[in-house]
Each structure stands twice: as structure tokens, then as C-alpha cells.
């Protein structure tokens, strides 16, 4: 189940809320796991069938059509907000899914997620405002397309994290797992990877004639979570910061230490050279005009193509090696050990997931600045072969998110995207 869709999930755990007469509280549920905590309107009932909307999604405009009073509990673009009433946090917008059969006879059952029914969007994800600043160089640029030194299969961006409320059930008692604290900074890449070489007029000309030339290289790429940066941005324009921190951290802590087909990834947290923040409250201890970074992920590519996935032990060793900081462990072992009180054979995922919650979420972050801003929340990942990780974050963090983007500020990772 992708993030950026809606779903149908069951309502659960329906409670009164102090001093309020016409809401109520209640679990949105997926599997029996709670994937988010809404107030909703006093005639709710338990184990109703809703369609699901986090604060990640916005309706469309034929739906507000068809349904005018859904738009009371949206923002601007219709998107759905994250919002605190009686002092409790409601984190998204369930809507009974007999309001949809006008859309698609398809059976909507537990699970189901969708962007589209029949021919009618229905919701689509936030796309946050872009700001980009246009910058002078004072030099005359050349005009023409520029060409992508990148070679296929070499350089990877990092994976799109599910959620691990809706993917619980994929967690099993005996996997080895990690849980590191998840930073709200801005994703960034350096990889020390094979790109295609700047070749002289002469090996230009003796490929014509058939000559054997090498064309490949290895050279260092920075990029963000979806952009690379050095040598494919267009000349003037420099995106949100007004400033290339990517390339900046990457050369900073990376550049002639990587092993050939090593790719790093990691978070930038704190402040930009300039003073301007990273992401605003979430300054981590630096001091204004300072940065850190913290690692979560190393792979080494093979001329091939093949990708070695560091294990979280040999990624810690190799941060110790480049003598940079990884992201803080908070457990390592198996799953089933991390809650030895839990009855793996039942309702264990459940249970689980709530226990996560309930040890590891909804803290504030230790910061320098007097305002409290939450933690984000953590990353579990499973030790396999691959890469398999979820993130789960605090409700408190959704309504930061949710209050920021009421203000029109731009989150990073966003824009980035």
C-alpha cells in the first residue's frame, strides 16, 4: 500500500471526549493496527467501514462538489489538516464509504487504497508551493542542453519509506531489526560512483574509427532526495535555500574517502551557512550558520550494476571509519526481544506497534532554542538482503507539519521532491 493514497480502514476504539457533547474520539484501524487517532462526529459508530485521508492528501475539487461540507474540514487546496480540539489530536479525515459508491461499483473492503475511482479523482497528494530563488553570476552562460554524466544502474535514490502502521503485519516476531530516531533535516546523497567521462576531442574522434576508448569514470554525485546537484541544475537557478548545501556537505565530509561504488545517505540537520534554518525550531543542538549530519544508509555498486546493501552493523563501522555521525540507535535485536511481555502467537503486530508508540513517540526534541518542537518520531529496519524500512512518527510532529503548511512555510523535503 503506497503513503500518498487513500484507504479503507475501520473505525475502533470509539471514546467520549471531556467536556465536548457532539465529538467523539476514535481509532482509525488497518489490520487492528491504529494507524491514526481522529475526532469525528458523536453518531460514529464502531467498526464503521471509512475511507481514510491523512494530513499528506488532498481532495479533489469534484469531491468537494459532490460533497460541499467536507470542505469545512480542509485547508487551502483542499487539504486535509491535522488539528487539536478539546486537546485531542485529530490526524486526518475518515469519511464512511457509502459516500463513494457514486464513483465505482468496485467492493471497497478493509485495505483497498486508490487515488481514482472509475473515471473522478479523488485525491491526489500535497504538492507543497515552490519557491526558487533566481541568482546572478555576472558571467555569460553558454546556451544548449546540458548532458547527464549519469550512467544507468550506478546511482540510486534513496527508497520512499512506508509507513509502518499500515505494513505491521510484514514485521515477525524472530527478524533481526534496528530502530533508530528519525531526524527532520533534509535528505541528502554522496556517492563515489562510475559516470560517464568528459572525453577529449582526440578520444572523441578515435571512437568514430572504432578505437577501444575508455568512457567511464569514477567521480563523486551529490544530490538531494530526488535531485542530483553538481553539473545537471540549471545554471542561475539555485531551488529553495539559495544556496547548494548538498554539494557543500558531501564535499565536506565525503569527497576523496569514499571507496569506488560507495553511496552514503544521510540528513542534514541544523542551520545553513548563512544562518537561515534547515528546518525552522529543528536546530539538534547546532548553533546558528552550523550544520551536522547524521548517516542512515551505505551501499557499494559493482561495475555491474549489483548493489551491496550495508547491514546496520557494517554501516556503523563504516561511519566510525569516515568518522562522521550515523543516526542514534535506540534498539538493535530481535523483534520479539525488544517487548519480551508481548504473546508473539497473539495479536502480536498489534501490540507491537502500540508498544513503539508508546516508548518512543511524542517526546520533544532537545534543542538550544527555548520553544519546544516534537521529535519526528523513529525508522525500524528489518536485516535482510535488501533494504526494508518503515517510519513511524509521532502525532505531535503531524501537527507541527500541519500548522507549518497553514502558514505557507515549505517543507524541505517537499520541495526537494
Known amino acids: 500500500m503506497q503513503n500518498s493514497q487513500a484507504f479503507v480502514a475501520t473505525l475502533k476504539n470509539i471514546c467520549p471526549i471531556e467536556g465536548a457533547d457532539k465529538i467523539v474520539q476514535a481509532d482509525v484501524t488497518l489490520n487492528d493496527v491504529t494507524v491514526a487517532s481522529i475526532v469525528t462526529g458523536v453518531d460514529a459508530k464502531e467498526n464503521t467501514l471509512v475511507v481514510y485521508f491523512d494530513s499528506n492528501m488532498c ?81 555569460k552562460e553558454r546556451k544548449g542542453k546540458k548532458q547527464s554524466r549519469m550512467i544507468d544502474g550506478q546511482f540510486s535514490f534513496h527508497i520512499y519509506t512506508d509507513q509502518l502502521v499500515r505494513n505491521a503485519f510484514k514485521i515477525h516476531p524472530d527478524q533481526v531489526i534496528s530502530i533508530s530516531s528519525k531526524w527532520h533535516g533534509t535528505s541528502a546523497i554522496c556517492g563515489n560512483v562510475l559516470v560517464k567521462k568528459n572525453l577529449s576531442l582526440t578520444e572523441r574522434i578515435a571512437k568514430l574509427f572504432k578505437v577501444e576508448v575508455i568512457d567511464s569514470v569514477y567521480d563523486y554525485v551529490y544530490a538531494s532526495r530526488t535531485i542530483v546537484k553538481n553539473g545537471l541544475m540549471e545554471k542561475g537557478l539555485s531551488g529553495y535555500y539559495g544556496e547548494d548545501l548538498w554539494t557543500l556537505c558531501g564535499e565536506e565530509y565525503f569527497k576523496g574517502k569514499l571507496h569506488k561504488g560507495e553511496t552514503v545517505y544521510y540528513e542534514i540537520v541544523g542551520y545553513l551557512p548563512s544562518g537561515g534554518w534547515i528546518q525552522k525550531g ?6 546558528p550558520n552550523e550544520h551536522k ?60 506497534v502500540q508498544k513503539l508508540k508508546e516508548k518512543y513517540l511524542e517526546k520533544d526534541l532537545e534543542c538550544n ?16 538482503k535488501g533494504i526494508e524500512v518503515y517510519k513511524l512518527k509521532s502525532e505531535r510532529f503531524y501537527l507541527k507539519e500541519s500548522e507549518l503548511h497553514e502558514k505557507g512555510e515549505v517543507d524541505v523535503e517537499e520541495e526537494q521532491g
Open 59 to 139: 481532495l479533489s475539487d469534484q469531491v468537494i462538489k459532490d460533497t460541499p461540507d467536507l470542505a469545512r474540514y480542509l485547508a487551502k487546496g483542499n487539504r486535509v489538516r491535522v488539528v487539536k480540539l478539546r486537546g485531542v489530536i485529530s490526524n486526518g479525515l475518515a469519511i464512511k464509504v457509502e459516500e463513494f459508491s457514486r464513483y465505482s461499483k468496485e467492493k471497497m473492503e478493509e485495505g483497498f487504497s486508490f487515488t481514482s475511482l472509475g473515471l473522478t479523482e479523488i485525491c491526489h497528494k500535497y504538492v507543497a508551493p515552490i519557491k526558487v530563488v533566481r541568482t546572478s553570476t555576472g558571467k
Open 282 to 287: 529543528f536546530d539538534y543542538g547546532c548553533k
Open 293 to 352: 549530519i547524521v548517516v542512515y544508509r551505505i551501499t557499494k555498486t559493482g561495475i555491474d550494476g549489483d548493489v551491496v546493501e550495508y547491514s546496520w552493523q557494517a554501516m556503523k563501522d563504516r561511519c566510525r571509519e569516515l568518522n562522521v555521525d550515523h543516526v542514534k540507535e535506540l534498539y538493535f535485536g530481535k523483534a520479539k526481544d525488544l517487548f519480551p511481555e508481548l504473546d508473539v502467537s497473539e495479536h502480536w503486530n498489534q501490540n507491537f
Open 369 to 384: 532554542i527555548s520553544c519546544k518542537v516534537p521529535d519526528e518520531g523513529i525508522v525500524l529496519r528489518v536485516e535482510a
